[in-house]
């Protein structure tokens, strides 16, 4: 085939080049480069990353690939586990397409099993599953001059979540935040900036590894979530709205210690790709 389809979407603005292969086909094409010419805003179709819709049963990547398995890729090429934003995209376009029914689907990921649920009003809620808290104390993050003690949560990918005065604090977030130790973060960060406005309501900006500043973050929204939490010494089960520059989402951290995310997701456009169009 000389052509392959692909849509676009979005979770509250952080947005995704959905390329659907459900035999997997695509295994092996799908390399760094083409992901950073599809996700390059000038030259490509311009996105956060790519969402790679496999069946489960037909990817090779982990032993339970679900119902349908989401094979997610930063806009710089590198894998990551998980994207809570994604995920509800995701499962958007397996509606959309007649893929599946209206029971919650079962999607695979590399952070393993996300139960995902479509809601009456058209929002989705992904069951996001526990964080955990490797630490070391003491992390400290850097940009724009300022300094922030952080808090390292892992959502199935790592999150370092700083209290900030004001969200303008870290700058244009240009470059990646720079973080001590590096030994915390061996693998990169998605850095989150947060300010609380109410007892339950928070704002944040994120810089995501692999893709920059982006509009929203879904496993940020919850690791956010998880330090404000901590932080006003909250009891399970809590509910946090958390404003990002591309909407709000509602994160409930469940008694049973799952973080349980629900927001929008939106499919805005679709087309064909022909593989002559690829740079060299
Ligand atoms: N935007 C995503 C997270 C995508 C992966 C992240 N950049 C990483 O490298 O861990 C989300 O909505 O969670």
């Not at 390059?40 to 489960?56: E, K, S, T, Y």
Request: charged share 25%.
């Amino acid at each position: 085939m000389s052509t392959f389809p692909w849509l676009k979407g979005h979770g509250t603005e952080n947005d995704f080049v959905i390329l659907p292969d459900p035999d997997g086909s695509l295994h092996g094409e799908l390399d760094a480069d083409l992901v950073r010419f599809l996700c390059d805003r000038h030259a490509g179709l311009g996105a956060d990353g790519v969402l790679r819709v496999i069946q489960g049963d037909k990817q090779s990547y982990v032993e339970d690939g679900g119902d349908w398995f989401m094979d997610y890729r930063n806009a710089d090429g590198s894998i990551a586990e998980m994207c809570g934003n994604g995920v509800r995209v995701f499962v958007k376009y397996l509606a959309d397409a007649g893929l599946i029914d209206d029971k919650p689907v079962r999607v695979g990921t590399r952070a393993g099993i996300k139960e995902v649920s479509q809601n009456d009003d058209g929002t989705l809620t992904v069951d996001m599953g526990e964080p955990t808290l490797p630490g070391p104390a003491g992390i400290v993050v850097e940009a724009n001059g300022h300094q922030w003690p952080a808090v390292h949560v892992d959502m199935g990918n790592p999150h370092a979540v700083a209290f900030v005065d004001n969200l303008g604090e870290p700058g244009n977030l240009c470059d990646q935040p720079t973080w001590s130790p590096t030994s915390a973060f061996p693998h990169g960060v998605n850095v989150e900036f947060v300010v609380r406005r109410d007892a339950h309501d928070v704002q944040m900006r994120v810089h995501e590894r692999g893709s920059g500043e982006t509009r929203s973050c879904g496993t940020g929204t919850c690791a956010v979530t998880v330090a404000a939490a901590r932080q006003a010494r909250d009891e399970l089960p809590v509910t946090y709205r958390v404003g990002v520059p591309g909407g709000d989402v509602s994160v409930t951290w469940r008694a049973d210690n799952h973080l349980e995310l629900t927001g929008p997701a939106v499919l805005h456009a679709r087309g064909d790709f022909d593989r002559a169009w690829l740079p060299a």
